[in-house]
């Protein structure tokens, strides 16, 4: 992922975004690596942007339920940020889940990079409704 060219993707099933770099970390120790702890999170931390989480809700369909943001390191700690989520807001007469993709209010550190890419994105597109 991180050869120096810009853009991958990848699948890891979790449960939440967190839970996802945790899983990475595991499956990286998993291929014999010799690497720190610190070293193997520094690594994932320089080269992931987002986590974007899909999850089965209770009604069994799948919704994208948030988009979070590797912002760096503190300490032994990957940071990151929670840019849009998912709020759930009740159950319809049919059993379906209610609710709406929402901003948490938070503008990612990444969009800078993209206007310096060409693609703007407007303040408005990350704050809070």
Request: a neutral charge; hydrophobic letters at 40%.
């Amino acid at each position: 992922m991180n050869t120096g060219h810009d853009g991958s993707l990848t699948t890891v099933h979790a449960n939440t975004p967190r839970d996802a770099l945790s899983r990475l970390e595991t499956m990286i120790q998993m291929t014999g690596m010799r690497l720190s702890d610190r070293a193997m999170r520094q690594q994932m931390a320089s080269a992931l942007d987002l986590v974007v989480q899909v999850a089965r809700l209770s009604d069994g369909t799948r919704r994208l339920t948030s988009i979070a943001e590797i912002t760096g390191m503190e300490g032994e700690t990957i940071t990151m940020q929670e840019i849009f989520l998912f709020e759930r807001t009740g159950v319809d007469a049919q059993g379906q889940v209610i609710g709406r993709f929402r901003p948490t209010g938070i503008r990612p550190r990444f969009a800078e990079r993209l206007k310096a890419s060409g693609m703007q994105l407007p303040r408005v597109f990350f704050e809070e409704l």
